[in-house]
Nanobody, 124 residues
Framework: QVQLVESGGGLVQAGGSLRLSCAAS????????MAWFRQAPGKEREFVAG????????VYADSAKARFTISRDNAKNTMYLQMNSLKPEDTAVYYC?????????????????WGQGTQVTVSS
C-alpha cells in the first residue's frame, strides 16, 4: 500500500513562508497527477494546487495564485508546496493527494491516495 507522507508544516507569522513536502513511500509509485488540499476547522477540504507529473503543468486555486508554488522532483518521488506571504486564513491541515489519471481535478473525490496531513498555523 503506497503511503504519502507530508512534512514541513508548523507555526509561522503572517507574511512568512513555509515549504511543504510530500514523499511517496514506494519508489515505483507513479501517479499521473498530484495535488495539495487543505482543511480548516469546521470547513470542507479545499483544493489548493495541482501538478501533472509528466509535463509539470499546474493548476492553482485563486487563493493560492501568486503566493504558492507547487513543484515536483520525480527522481525523489517528492512534491512540494512553497507558500509565501502567508495569511492567518491559510491556517489549516494541508494534505497531499495523488491520482492515476493525467487530469488535475479540484475535487477531493478525484484522488485515490492521501497523506495524513500536516498542520500549518499562521499567526497574526
Amino acid at each position: 500500500q503506497v503511503q504519502l507522507v507530508e512534512s514541513g508544516g508548523g507555526l509561522v507569522q503572517a507574511g512568512g513562508s513555509l515549504r511543504l513536502s510530500c514523499a511517496a513511500s514506494e519508489r515505483t509509485f507513479s501517479p499521473y497527477a498530484m495535488a495539495w488540499f487543505r482543511q480548516a476547522p469546521g470547513k470542507e477540504r479545499e483544493f489548493v494546487a495541482g501538478i501533472r507529473l509528466s509535463s509539470g503543468g499546474t493548476v492553482y486555486a485563486d487563493s493560492a495564485k501568486a503566493r504558492f508554488t507547487i513543484s515536483r522532483d520525480n527522481a525523489k518521488n517528492t512534491m512540494y508546496l512553497q507558500m509565501n506571504s502567508l495569511k492567518p486564513e491559510d491556517t489549516a491541515v494541508y494534505y497531499c493527494a495523488a491520482r492515476s489519471n493525467i487530469l488535475i481535478v479540484t475535487t477531493s473525490r478525484g484522488y485515490d491516495y492521501w497523506g495524513q496531513g500536516t498542520q500549518v498555523t499562521v499567526s497574526s
